[in-house]
């Protein structure tokens, strides 16, 4: 009788086991995107040793509803709270390049700001969101105008500005060499196909959403319901489990 030997399965891998540390570039709309959207990942990849560095379109100078506060006034807020809660997440650095927040639209002069941001950081992975996302969930029904024009024009630097010699002529003059990532990660997204066990780093998320004071009125209630938002389905009441979701696009060669 023959005797079959079975195969042993590999453990499979999880989709950010790169082999060698990252650098790693967030361009993303508002100071909070980044921790909303995805800051459980970005706490797991800065415990692992991976570099990670902040590029913020706007300042998020709109974003309070309170009649008293001046754009000037909460623009600096935003950027003190953006930059604690970086902190916690373990980021190395926090750029804002200070579009008009509620104004943004991917055209080219924000394009050329986006082109130069990724050959001066020159990162492995950019993290951006899903610029077709109109209807993000239940909960918030309409995506933010600046979030979908955040992806398409940081989709449109990636590819072809970025890594072409032929775009944005002045940034080589000012020593801006061409760049491309080895791959995008897009966040806020219906499309994904890539999802990171984030369990071990959702609290460190939570507490740097926290740390965006001026957006978070009812701390408990917000921690609630992201707890519920993100926890997945069936995993236990008492020890949840947590993922975020990505489009990720490899375009190494």
Known sequence: ???????????????????????????????DDPEFFCGA??????????EITYCLLTCGDKGSSDPNISTDELCQRRHKEQKNAAKIIGVKEVHFLDRPD??????????????????????DILVTCDPTNLYPSEIYPLNHPDHRAAGQVVLDAVFPAAGSHLFFPALLKEGFAPHRPDEVWISLTRQAN???????????????ILEHKSQVKDPSALIERM???????????????????????????
């Open 227 to 253: 707890h519920k938002r993100g926890a997945v389905k069936d995993s236990p009441k008492e020890n949840p489990c947590y993922e975020e979701h990505f489009r990720v696009i490899r375009l190494r060669r």
């Open 102 to 123: 509620g104004y943004l639209v991917p055209d080219m002069e924000t394009r050329r700001m986006v082109t130069r941001a990724i050959r001066q950081f020159t990162p």
């Open 1 to 31: 009788m023959a005797i079959t030997k079975t195969k042993k399965k590999m453990p499979k891998l999880s989709p950010d086991s790169w082999e060698s540390p990252q650098k790693i570039l967030v361009i993303l709309a508002h100071p």
């Open 41 to 50: 990942t970005l706490a797991r990849w800065a415990q692992a040793g991976h």
């Open 194 to 208: 890539t999802v990171v066990d984030v369990t071990d780093t959702w609290e460190t998320k939570m507490q740097a």
